[in-house]
Each structure stands twice: as structure tokens, then as C-alpha cells.
């Protein structure tokens, strides 16, 4: 089983940058997939971005594309979610999350993502 910890959170003004990281530890082998997916209040969760771990294409939700940059660092287990040029609707919480499923690969479906972690808060203000 894979646990996943989400850490990088916080509050910036509309325009600033922030960092999340994501330490994944268990069966990291078994993974598809990994991505960040983000709930405002009173929304449904959305995808942002996803990876495949098994190499280095990546998949964005159009609201984010050119802005958010995802990455990760295998050596250590971790992935990345660098946000840049943030607005005040990318506040939300942010979760990163884990696939085994072959069919993930590509997709910002929540639903086919089975591992979780509890979250971090993104607050942008103006």
C-alpha cells in the first residue's frame, strides 16, 4: 500500500509562487500514475495535473496549463507541483494522489485515482 504526504501549502498573493511536495512511500512500484487534484468549497474535485511514473509525459488541466509545472524526483520518492502566475481561483485544497491502474495514465479523473493524502491548503488572496 502507498501513503502519501502533502507539505508546501499556504498562503500568497494573487501572482506568487508556491511549491507542494508529496512524499510517497509503500509499494511505490505498483504506481500508474500520480498526480495533484485540488477542492474549492463547495466544488467538486478536480484534476490539475498528472505523470506517469514509469517516465516523464505529463497532463494538465487547461486552467493551469502554461502556469503549474509537475514533476518528480524517483530517487526520492517524491513529487512535485511547481505553481506560478497564481489566481485567486486556484485556492483550494490540494491533494496529491496515487494509481495503479493502467488506465489512469493520462487522465485528470479523480475516480481512477486510489490512494490519497489528507491534503494541503492553497490560499491565494489579491
Known amino acids: 500500500q502507498v501513503q502519501l504526504v502533502e507539505s508546501g501549502g499556504g498562503s500568497v498573493q494573487a501572482g506568487g509562487s508556491l511549491r507542494l511536495s508529496c512524499a510517497a512511500s509503500?509499494?511505490?512500484?505498483?504506481?500508474?500514475?500520480m498526480g495533484w487534484f485540488r477542492q474549492a468549497p463547495g466544488k467538486e474535485r478536480e484534476g490539475v495535473a498528472t505523470?506517469?511514473?514509469?517516465?516523464?509525459?505529463?497532463y494538465y488541466a487547461d486552467s493551469v496549463k502554461g502556469r503549474f509545472t509537475i514533476s518528480q524526483e524517483n530517487a526520492k520518492n517524491t513529487l512535485y507541483l511547481q505553481m506560478d502566475m497564481l489566481k485567486l481561483e486556484d485556492t483550494a485544497m490540494y491533494y496529491c494522489a496515487a494509481s495503479g491502474k493502467w488506465n489512469a495514465i493520462g487522465s485528470l479523473m479523480p475516480a481512477l485515482f486510489d490512494t490519497w493524502g489528507r491534503g494541503t491548503q492553497v490560499t491565494v488572496s489579491s
Open positions: 509503500g509499494y511505490t512500484s505498483r504506481t500508474y500514475s
Open positions: 505523470i506517469y511514473t514509469g517516465g516523464s509525459a505529463t
